[in-house]
C-alpha cells in the first residue's frame, strides 16, 4: 500500500471509530487538506519547545493516542467537522497534549468581523503560546470547551466531545422523504433548485456537517421527484 494510501486508510479509521465515518466520505478532500495544515501550524508553534513533548497530530499518532484515550481524538475529529481552522485545531490538540487554557478573547461585531485569542501555558507556568483566528467559524470550538471552577475561579480544563446521536445518510434521507412526502411536483422542485443553488456557493458558508445533510436532502428530493414525475 502506498505512503498516501495507508494516510487515507488511517484517517478512514479514524473517523469511523468516532461516529463520523459519513462525514469523511462526503468531505474527504476538505478533511484532508485541514489535517495537513493542522499539522503544520502545531510543528511551527511547538517548534523551539525545551522540555516538554508535544506529540504532533498526524494521522499515525491519532491511531495511537485513539487507543488509549479515545475521547481526545473525537473532540478534535468533531472541531474538524465544525470547520474550525487548523490554528484552533492546532490549539486544540495543545491542550489534549495537557497545555492548559490560560485565557480566552472572544470579539464579534455582526457583519463586520469575528476575532478569536485563545493563549496556552505549558506545565512550567511560564512557556505561553498564543493562537489567533478571524475565521467566524472557529467560535464553534467553544461548544467543546469544558467549565468548571477552582476555588470559586473559573476554569477551562479542556475541550470535550459533544454527544451527537449517529445518523447515517440512508436514514437522514429517509427521514427527509417522510417529512415532504405529498407535496406537488412544483414544490418539490423548488426546493431542489434551492438545495442545488445553496450547494453551489463555497462551502466556507457551512460547516461540514451542514454540507453533509444539504447533500442527503438533495437526493432525498430526487428521488420524490422521480416518483412523482
Not at 63 to 85: I, M, T, Y
Request: net charge positive; proline share 3%.
Amino acid at each position: 500500500m502506498t505512503t498516501k494510501g495507508s494516510a487515507h486508510s488511517g484517517l478512514t479509521r479514524l473517523f469511523k471509530a468516532s461516529d463520523l465515518g459519513w462525514l469523511l466520505a462526503k468531505n474527504s478532500e476538505y478533511i484532508h487538506k485541514q489535517m495537513k495544515l493542522m499539522v503544520s501550524v502545531f510543528d511551527e508553534k511547538s517548534s523551539g519547545i525545551v522540555g516538554f513533548r508535544l506529540p504532533t497530530p498526524t494521522t499515525q499518532t491519532l491511531l495511537k493516542e485513539q487507543s488509549r484515550n479515545p475521547h481526545r481524538v473525537k473532540a478534535l475529529l468533531q472541531a474538524l467537522a465544525f470547520r474550525c481552522s487548523p490554528e484552533m485545531l492546532a490549539m486544540l490538540w495543545m491542550v489534549q497534549c495537557g497545555a492548559s487554557v490560560l485565557e480566552i478573547q472572544y470579539k464579534h461585531q455582526r457583519r463586520q468581523k469575528t476575532k478569536l485569542s485563545v493563549t496556552l501555558q505549558l506545565d512550567d507556568q511560564e512557556t505561553e503560546i498564543s493562537f489567533e483566528s478571524i475565521n467566524h467559524w472557529d467560535t464553534a470550538i467553544l461548544r467543546l470547551a469544558t467549565l468548571a471552577k477552582s476555588d470559586d475561579h473559573p476554569v477551562i480544563d479542556n475541550f470535550a466531545a459533544l454527544h451527537i446521536p449517529n445518523c447515517s445518510s440512508d436514514r437522514r434521507r429517509a427521514l427527509f422523504r417522510e417529512q415532504h412526502q405529498g407535496l406537488p411536483l412544483a414544490s418539490l422542485t423548488m426546493l431542489k433548485d434551492k438545495l442545488e443553488t445553496i450547494l453551489k456557493r463555497p462551502h466556507e458558508d457551512y460547516t461540514a456537517v451542514d454540507i453533509a445533510e444539504l447533500q442527503d436532502q438533495r437526493l432525498a428530493i430526487g428521488a420524490l421527484i422521480a416518483e412523482v414525475s
